[in-house]
């Protein structure tokens, strides 16, 4: 089987990339910005007309889409993660090679949801910032193409190289930075919201699946189960065999942030996460897995711990 993956360098891309070289049945080509990429090709400003020249090319016999930005204002975001699939879906349409399309949705174009409930695929999607927006708009241009194509809402990805950036990873980041200067207490805020955590080698295997796989239209991918961030904090903590005192941060009513340890003014001591959590989904978010378990025959494998584990393995070997 002849696989086109793009987005191979990004945080997903690159566990992807790992799963797909695992099976002796595919034959992978990466096409992306990066230098090692096996085809040079930037989504965002590419002509659809180039990019199905190469899809003739290879003929690949499913394209899976990782690339995207979470980052940026709206204009960014809508080149990077809107425009963009509008480029693959037009270049597949124009293309004779017939290739299924495995497309990287989020949980981010879900919105805000109510507390205690599981959002399934047919929730209508809120998303409440430009993040989930444009992924939104994305996954409707799938969906509209009349390709034969699927979309995977992942949810909230934790694991081997979460970005440093992200809620996980400057939370990870603080704890470490608290341990190296021998804080015996760590403020935090923004610990209240709840996530569906899956881990990135989950949602490889789904990605996997779903290139295999027949189904079409949306599917999530998460774990099934919201975590409260605290809860998260006092895992990791337990890993990194932190034995401080964790102190959650009242909510600030305007633009400023929490602080990290003893408040003090030094520039180093920055938040670990911001507040509200940055993908618009307000308090509380958990995904109802059922459709990928009965239609790709998947289910995550790899708890939280494990996950936080890697995370703050990474975090730890930072100088």
């Known amino acids: 089987m002849r696989v ?3 987005g191979a360098n990004g ?8 799963r797909l070289l695992a099976d ?13 990429a096996d085809v040079r090709f930037d989504l965002a400003t590419g002509s659809p007309g180039a990019l199905t020249r190469f899809l003739d090319a290879v003929h690949p016999g499913v394209v899976i889409n990782c690339a995207g930005a979470t980052r940026g204002g709206a204009r960014e975001l809508t080149r990077h993660n809107t425009v963009a699939v509008a480029t693959v879906c037009e270049a597949l349409r124009r293309s004779g090679c017939g290739a299924r399309l495995v497309q990287i949705g989020c949980g981010a174009e879900y919105g805000p949801s109510q507390p205690g409930s599981s959002t399934a695929e047919d929730a209508v999607p809120r998303p409440g910032g430009p993040y989930g927006v444009s992924k939104l708009a994305a996954t409707e241009l799938v969906l509209g ?4 194509a699927v979309v995977l809402r992942v949810f909230s990805p934790a694991g081997p190289g979460t970005p440093a950036g992200s809620p996980l990873g400057r939370l990870a980041e603080a704890m470490r930075r608290a341990m190296q200067s021998g804080d015996g207490e760590l403020k935090l805020g923004g610990l209240g919201v709840q996530r569906d955590f899956v881990d990135v080698r989950d949602v490889a295997r ?3 699946a779903a290139s295999l796989s027949a189904a079409q239209g949306v599917i999530n991918i998460g774990s099934g189960r919201a975590v409260r961030l605290r809860d998260a904090a006092a895992v990791l903590a337990r890993v990194a065999g932190y034995g401080g005192a964790l102190h959650e941060l009242d909510a600030p009513a305007g633009p400023l942030r929490p602080t990290i340890g003893h408040p003090r003014p030094e520039p180093d001591h920055t938040p670990p996460v911001a507040y509200p959590y940055p993908d618009g989904c307000g308090s509380w978010q958990q995904a109802d897995v059922r459709t ?4 790709l025959g998947w289910r995550p494998r790899i708890n ?3 996950s936080l584990a890697d995370i703050w393995m990474e975090a730890a070997c930072r100088i």
Do not use: K, M, N, W
Request: net charge negative.
């Open 4 to 6: 086109l993956l793009i």
């Open 11 to 18: 945080y997903l891309g690159r566990f992807v990339a790992e």
């Open 206 to 208: 789904a990605v996997h």
């Open 304 to 306: 939280l711990e494990e």
């Open 145 to 148: 193409s009349g390709l034969d």
């Open 292 to 295: 990928a378990r009965d239609r």
């Open 24 to 36: 002796p049945a595919v034959q992978l080509t990466a096409l992306g910005r990066g230098d090692d």
